[in-house]
T-cell receptor, first 115, second 115 residues
Framework: EAEVAQSPRYKITEKSQAVAFWCDPI?????LYWYRQILGQGPELLVQ????????DSQLPKDRFSAERLKGVDSTLKIQPAELGDSAMYLC?????????????FGPGTRLTVL | AQSVTQLGSHVSVSEGALVLLRCNYS??????LFWYVQYPNQGLQLLLK??????LVKGINGFEAEFKKSETSFHLTKPSAHMSDAAEYFC?????????????FGTGTKLQVIP
């Protein structure tokens, strides 16, 4: 069964360092999402891609976060510099996309701890 | 703007008892509604979805939810709780926005099952 892959699963870093997370969506899925989930809260959308284009990054802290999906397939989310408040689970999801709802499939997430 | 409210951040039930997790939504257009389950340190898994067909939706693991437009509710139920149901549950709403689907998650309800 096709799955969304994410790496690393766990990342510990010190504040002011740079970190990067990788996501490989299900093959053929046009829409890719990055969410941040703070402990005890629901996922919050950071950025949504349709193919290689960003369609929503309104909640992405652009002074320190960046995301790319250069070939419209896999994607990288970067934080530079990391802050203590960035400690969270970062979830990637993909769907076949379009105007009609298509189910989102989630990866296992990357647990980030900033010391 | 769409939103989701989950009443009760923690719910405890005895094994074999009825599970009821509450979700109310706000949406300016007919929404798509979902329930997801999340086990510790894992991504989200879709339990069930409402996409304007039948108002009573059956999902995996014996869960079901009923869409009630008059009450703007989409409560999740299961007749008999099992120990393996202990997890966190998220309600979500999706609306079409600018040619794509935008999903908003609730803050989650952690379900504890007492033996």
């Amino acid at each position: 069964e096709a799955e969304v892959a994410q790496s690393p699963r766990y990342k510990i870093t010190e504040k002011s360092q740079a970190v990067a997370f990788w996501c490989d969506p299900i093959s053929g899925h046009a829409t890719l999402y990055w969410y941040r989930q703070i402990l005890g809260q629901g996922p919050e959308l950071l950025v949504q891609f349709q193919d290689e284009s960003v369609v929503d990054d309104s909640q992405l802290p652009k002074d320190r976060f960046s995301a790319e999906r250069l070939k419209g397939v896999d994607s990288t989310l970067k934080i530079q510099p990391a802050e203590l408040g960035d400690s969270a689970m970062y979830l990637c999801a993909s769907s076949s996309g379009g105007e009609r709802y298509n189910e989102q499939f989630f990866g296992p997430g990357t647990r980030l701890t900033v010391l | 703007a769409q939103s989701v409210t989950q009443l009760g951040s923690h719910v405890s039930v005895s094994e074999g008892a009825l599970v009821l997790l509450r979700c109310n939504y706000s949406s300016s257009v007919p929404p798509y509604l979902f329930w997801y389950v999340q086990y510790p340190n894992q991504g989200l898994q879709l339990l069930l979805k409402y996409t304007s067909a039948a108002t009573l939706v059956k999902g995996i693991n014996g869960f079901e939810a009923e869409f009630k437009k008059s009450e703007t509710s989409f409560h999740l139920t299961k007749p008999s709780a099992h120990m393996s149901d202990a997890a966190e549950y998220f309600c979500a709403v999706s609306e079409r926005s600018g040619g794509y689907q935008k999903v908003t998650f609730g803050t989650g309800t952690k379900l504890q099952v007492i033996p």
